[in-house]
């Protein structure tokens, strides 16, 4: 401690005050009412380590006439309900390892400096509701033990709630974040309700023991975070960061005009990833998900690889990238080629390039680099998409892997036929050049057997 403590007794930590050497707690009635008097409104207010009854913190109220300028109350005990309707707080207030033994309500209270909470402990209810805040407010590492409600509240420069800690039920719904919320490795053991707040947020390595359905208007990240039963996300207008997450219920993940990455996520829970106006997946990769449909979203540069269970991912009216149509001469078999436009995954179109040298129409040979023509195959025969164009589209392309693959000796003469059957126009094609070549050869023998007739 960086104060004179109070001279009463070595256990008491309140700060000393003059000329008596002791902390308000433990001054008489008549030196209370004495030191009070000299208080004055907007003025500094130095309560550091001192017990404070429900009583004597209204009258400290009174004497300010709930006008306080910067207030220093690091390690405060309040024994009783903590009541600041009203009250504006004209500087920073500073409540490190404060200890709150009963209600805690900043409801109606006005901050026009910086509000620090760190490692502060909350025995009963803490109300954050309404409350507007010029600066940043910190409860980092702060506890609370009963239900937390920061609805409605207005951080200027934000909030960060790292390694903090909300045993009861949390709500921040309607909250405007300003700078933006850290709560990188907090645990919310109750339902936590983050709906329609304002603002970044970033929950990176949070556990959430119990439900959690949070909904945002700024960037949102819940990457490596951990949940325990269902995780419902939905996010206007930005992009959400959920890479490494782990959730063992359902998992609804909402995007309007949005974008979502998932790479490495585990999903044991059913799980949706629906989007509306111009969303989007950028990354599947390493996923583990046994049941996981896409609805609405744009796939087009989303990648793949290593998706655990690909049997189980349905996609449904899903867009992926079209692959270019027409006609291309190689030095290598076959010389000419044709191709047809189908869908195809961005993970075989990324290691040349769309459209580049050898992979125009999607026939490129192995897909991303380090990504083998067999796991693509995998990719392509385990995806479910619901359309049949894309199905089809599919099925080709797991084909052409396996024929890359150098797998099956007649996938190459299957190619060249009839597109491993779902490009039947091929055959018809082969058809009508030999039907083509033989009434040539026809109407040559007959002209030539007409001109030996009539010399």
């Known amino acids: 401690m960086d104060w004179v403590t109070c001279a009463y007794s070595a256990a008491c930590t309140g700060v000393a005050t003059r000329p008596s050497g002791l902390c308000l707690a433990h001054l008489s009635p008549e030196e209370v009412a004495e030191t009070l008097a000299r208080v004055a409104p907007g003025r500094l207010l130095d309560l550091r380590g001192t017990t404070l009854t429900g009583d004597l913190l209204s ?83 702060a506890v609370m033990s009963r ?19 909300f045993d009861g ?34 929950f990176e390595a949070a556990h959430f023991a119990a439900d959690a359905y949070l909904s945002a208007t700024g960037r949102l990240s819940l990457a490596r975070a951990r949940a325990d039963a269902t995780l419902d996300v939905t996010v206007t207008r930005c992009g959400v960061d959920l890479r490494g997450v782990e959730v063992a219920g359902a998992t609804a993940v909402k995007l309007t005009d949005s974008s979502a990455d998932l790479e490495g996520a585990v999903l044991r829970g059913p799980a949706v990833v629906s989007g509306r106006g111009r969303s989007g997946v950028s990354s599947l990769r390493q996923v583990q998900a046994a049941d996981l449909t896409l609805h609405g979203l744009d796939l087009s540069a989303c990648r793949f690889a290593g998706i655990v269970h690909p049997a189980g991912v349905r996609v449904k009216d899903c867009a992926f990238a079209l692959t270019p149509r027409g006609v ?8 000419l080629r044709w191709f047809a436009r189908r869908s195809v995954l961005a993970d075989e179109r990324g290691a040349r390039g769309a459209g580049g040298a050898g992979g125009a129409g999607g026939e490129q040979a192995s897909g991303e680099q380090g ?23 599919f099925a080709f392309a797991a084909m052409e892997m396996r024929r890359r693959a150098g797998h099956h000796w007649w996938l190459p003469v299957s190619w060249l036929l009839f597109g491993y059957g779902p490009r039947l126009g091929r ?26 007739v009539h010399p």
Request: some cysteine.
């Open 328 to 335: 291309q001469v190689s030095l290598r078999w076959p010389v």
């Open 427 to 452: 055959t018809a094609g082969w058809l009508t050049a030999l039907a083509t070549v033989a009434l040539v050869a026809v109407v040559w023998a007959s002209a030539g057997h007409a001109s030996a």
């Open 371 to 393: 990504l083998s023509p067999e796991a693509l195959a995998a990719l392509y025969a385990g995806l479910r998409p619901s359309d049949r164009a894309t199905a089809a589209d």
């Open 59 to 141: 009258r400290v109220l009174e004497a300010t006439g709930d006008r306080l300028g910067r207030a220093r109350m690091e390690r405060v005990r309040f024994t009783g309900d903590v009541r600041l309707s009203g009250v504006t707080f004209g500087g920073d207030v500073s409540l490190d390892d404060a200890r709150f033994d009963r209600l805690a309500s900043f409801f109606g209270a006005r901050f026009e400096g910086n509000v620090s909470l760190a490692g502060a402990r909350f025995a009963r209810e803490l109300s954050f509701h309404g409350v507007a805040v010029r600066g940043h407010v910190s409860l980092d590492r």
């Open 169 to 202: 039920y949390a709500t921040f719904d309607g909250a405007r974040l300003g700078d933006g919320g850290a709560f990188r490795g907090a645990r919310f053991g109750r339902t936590l309700s983050f709906r329609k707040v304002s603002g970044n947020a970033g």
């Open 147 to 165: 239900d937390a409600l920061f609805s409605q509240a207005d951080f200027g420069h934000g909030l960060s709630c790292e390694r903090a800690r």
